[in-house]
């Protein structure tokens, strides 16, 4: 059986008190069976929320692909490891657009994590530019095609992919949820046809792109969405837990 998962990205938001605050209020959520909790706040955060004994699974927000070295301002797996992170996220858009980052860089980061023993969380999506031009098969196709075709079935299986278009992350807009299974379906496909049903049918794939408490359980309600990444409800306690009672 897939996991559920619905993932908080905190982006560049809070300053400490603020996290403080969120992190005690989210604790006081219960430990849900069927449904993973996560939450990816700023790095300088992630040793001291490592140390509570808490219901909440921590992941970073980004890694380096190198395990050490002269490369200030990085963040290594190995570091992350350390502290007993459990996920991360790789190709995230705004790594993408605003950083540059590439499709070979981060399959580098999406392996040095998992050499390390932490979940990658690979982010896919088009612009809209792509989906008016009927392009957006073929944008996640590409992004996805590194990790595809190698990862062995070890790595793919400590994999989570997680499906946001572009053009619905904090604009309000949000796919509909037949348009996101038919994506969501779609990758497994993609995942299907290089390896096997029963490994496709393993692998967790959430939907992030305004989800919000009012179209979660939609969303959610889909055969092959396990899930959510969450951006700007995940910021307010009320909203995200709602979000996680979606399942």
Same mark, same amino acid.
């Given at each position: ?25 989210? !604790? ?13 706040? =700023? ?8 140390? !509570? %004994? ?5 992941? =970073?927000?980004?890694?380096?692909? !190198?395990?050490?070295?002269?490369? /200030?301002?990085?963040?290594?797996? /190995? ?5 007993? @992170? %459990? ?27 998992? %050499? ?22 073929? /944008? ?15 790595? @793919? ?13 904090? /604009? *309000?807009?949000?796919?509909?949820? %037949? ?18 049903? !029963? ?9 992030? *792109? ?21 951006? *700007? ?15």
């Amino acid at each position: 059986m897939r996991k559920k998962i619905v993932a908080g990205n905190w982006k560049m938001n809070l300053d400490n008190s603020q996290a403080s605050e969120l992190f005690n209020q989210l !604790n006081k959520i219960p430990n849900f069976e069927n449904v993973e909790i996560v939450i990816a706040p =700023a790095h300088i955060y992630l040793s001291r929320f490592s140390q !509570n %004994k808490s219901n909440i699974i921590l992941a =970073a927000q980004d890694v380096s692909e !190198n395990d050490n070295g002269a490369y /200030t301002g990085d963040i290594s797996s /190995t570091m992350l490891s350390s502290i007993n @992170i %459990k996920y991360c996220l790789v190709g995230h858009s705004e790594r993408r657009n605003i950083h540059k980052e590439t499709d070979g860089l981060i399959f580098k980061k999406a392996k040095a994590l998992l %050499k390390n023993g932490i979940t990658p969380i690979f982010c896919c999506g088009e612009s809209i530019e792509e989906r008016n031009n009927k392009q957006e098969y073929e /944008t996640v196709r590409k992004q996805l095609s590194l990790i595809i075709n190698n990862l062995s079935e070890d790595e @793919i299986l400590n994999t989570v992919i997680a499906y946001e278009p572009v053009w619905a992350i904090g /604009t *309000g807009l949000t796919a509909s949820s %037949k348009d996101a299974q038919l994506m969501h379906n779609y990758i497994r496909s993609l995942i299907e046809k290089k390896f096997s049903n !029963n490994i496709s049918s393993q692998i967790s794939i959430l939907y992030g *792109g305004s989800c919000k408490p009012d179209n979660s359980k939609e969303l959610f309600s889909q055969k092959d969405i396990d899930g959510g990444l969450i951006g *700007g409800a995940s910021l307010n306690a009320d909203s995200f837990i709602s979000i996680v009672n979606s399942f």
